[in-house]
């Protein structure tokens, strides 16, 4: 399992970005000297000379830092490099201290034996859960089941990575490690962040808001675990801009920080980017009654999977030029084209007229052979390309028949960049898996629901429930669009007309004014205080998306 190597950048003085990153965790996590260090996937020894200076600014001589350092790596080339780095630098390492095993293995063999360390940092690799070997993947699932979690093939190879190493520390150690921001808000890491939060007094998260890494995609997060915190238990965060800022934080306590309650469940990390008060409001409407969830009065499911869009969407140039007129349906494909807060026949036929792809193969489901001549020539097109080989299509029964179409009653952003929305479907259109299509339950008037879905209650709740990565978007899967809560109480005080012509004007906060007062303060009976105090938090949490979207 070798750890993709994270690009050495130089920045003014001489620094290198892996260098600082490591120093500040090292010097962090290792406090006092004869403290037994552990780096769990130790690569070239990047955090292991980290750990290094650390002991020595204690006052701990070289020679005798072998005995309290211990480096676990895969590749036997990466862990030669490792101590052959460590013994320029003056410290007598052998293979004895930087060991060449797999690391659940290692872990598994310490955990029976008892084995403990005072201080674990480093930067574990970030592997799909079905690219482990499949030694490794068993002893991983073992490890994972045994710290009562469930995982499933989205698991990255850093989660058991981190769920060993706490097992490994010794009840007063601390933990710091460099870990993707998916921690914060990925259903796959739910339990870890159960998990986390109860098997640490403390915990710290660093964000940035500029990718630390030059060519590498992946936002992370420094992450910085206490056990035994008995003075203080909770969890901060504390954004910084970039490596400067880390650069210059000094080593404290991080008093000045706020120390916020640990909500002890699998609710994403997101929330506590925001302050106390803040999320003490969000969680007084977490289970309020005179709320709605969107699941109770519709359902979400993904719009349509065709396997290959370029080939099954076609605008109406290439529909009426390959004659497939009466073989195609009405579909939308991007988000973009849906502007208000009801679709149109008027805005499917503009859609058509700016020749958007806005038309779905439907071929009957028949042979070909019974099929009319440019519809069966078509189909034969995307066979001579390959098409019907892709795995999407391979395993239907027809190759050319998208399966799962139908109308739904509303459409719903899937990838959001400035605010979630409830689309009214007024057409027999469907849609492509890059929207959600909304079947109303139970009789649920969609007028009201699309223009009550418009308000800053709502809006804070998409960005806790949702997830966001570094283009800025936040996206809501259908399960966790279902959790979103409604304020319905007035809906029938809206003018669904007003609305979607505001909307249609880009002014959503005139649109949220409205509606804040008529369904929140009306409504719920909140203060222009709570109201204000929600509409802050949807602003705050949307513009740190932002900012990374924009950061470089």
Not at 167 to 193: C, F, H, K, S, T
Not at 282 to 289: A, E
């Amino acid at each position: 399992m070798v750890k993709p190597p994270l690009t050495y950048q130089k920045l003014r003085g001489g620094y290198y970005t892996p260098k600082i990153v490591a120093d500040f965790l090292a010097r962090w996590a290792i406090r006092s000297p004869n403290i037994r260090v552990l780096e769990p996937s130790c690569g070239d020894g990047n955090f292991l000379i980290a750990a290094v200076d650390a002991l020595i600014r204690l006052g701990v001589a070289k020679k005798a830092i072998p005995e309290l350092l211990k480096g676990v790596e895969l590749d036997a080339n990466e862990a030669r490099k490792a101590i052959s780095r460590l013994n320029s630098y003056g410290v007598p390492v052998s293979s004895e201290h930087i060991i060449t095993v797999d690391f659940f293995q290692f872990c598994r063999e310490k955990l029976s034996g008892h084995t403990h360390y005072d201080a674990i940092v480093g930067n574990p690799p970030f592997i799909r859960y079905q690219d482990f070997l499949k030694e490794q993947s068993l002893i991983a699932l073992g490890l994972l089941e045994s710290a009562g979690m469930h995982p499933n093939r989205l698991t990255n190879a850093w989660v058991p990575f981190l769920v060993g190493s706490t097992l490994l520390l010794e009840d007063n150690g601390r933990l710091a490690m460099v870990i993707p921001a998916e921690l914060l808000q990925v259903n796959y890491a739910a339990e870890l962040r159960l998990f986390l939060s109860r098997n640490y007094s403390r915990i710290t998260l660093i964000a940035f808001r500029r990718l630390l890494f030059e060519g590498v995609q992946q936002e992370i997060v420094l992450l910085l675990g206490e056990k035994n915190g008995i003075e203080k238990t909770g969890i901060r965060t504390i954004e910084l801009n970039g490596i400067e800022d880390l650069m210059s934080y000094e080593h404290t306590d991080f008093s000045s920080d706020e120390l916020k309650p640990l909500d002890h469940s699998i609710e994403k990390w997101t929330q506590y980017f925001l302050t106390n008060a803040e999320i003490n409001l969000l969680r007084r409407f977490r289970h309020d009654p005179r709320l709605t969830l969107l699941g109770v009065v519709a359902s979400v499911d993904v719009g349509v999977v065709t396997g290959f869009n370029d080939f099954f969407v076609l605008n109406k140039e290439r529909r009426d030029e390959c004659g497939l007129g009466e073989s195609t349906l009405p579909i939308v494909t991007r988000s973009a084209h849906l502007e208000g807060i009801a679709f149109s026949k008027k805005d499917l036929r503009v859609n058509m007229e700016k020749n958007y792809p806005v038309f779905l193969l439907n071929p009957p489901d028949a042979p070909l052979s019974d099929m009319a001549t440019p519809l069966r020539s078509y189909i034969n097109s995307g066979e001579a390309k390959g098409i019907n080989k892709g795995y999407k299509c391979r395993i239907r029964n027809r190759w050319y028949i998208v399966p799962s179409v139908w109308t739904p009653d509303a459409f719903m952003l899937r990838q959001v960049h400035n605010y979630p929305k409830l689309i009214l479907n007024k057409t027999e259109a469907t849609c492509t898996d890059t929207i959600h299509r909304v079947k109303f339950l139970g009789g649920t008037n969609g007028k009201k629901l699309a223009a009550a879905f418009l308000n800053s209650l709502t809006f804070a709740f998409s960005e806790v429930i949702g997830r966001s990565y570094g283009g800025g978007v936040l996206e809501l899967e259908p399960r966790e669009a279902e959790r979103l809560p409604l304020p319905l109480n007035g809906s029938e005080k809206l003018d669904f007309k007003l609305l979607h012509t505001i909307v249609l004007s880009k002014n959503i906060d005139k649109a949220l004014d409205i509606n804040d007062r008529i369904l929140l303060h009306e409504g719920l009976g909140l203060t222009d205080t709570e109201t204000r105090t929600l509409r802050g938090i949807w602003r705050k949490l949307q513009n740190r998306r932002h900012e990374r979207r924009h950061s470089k």
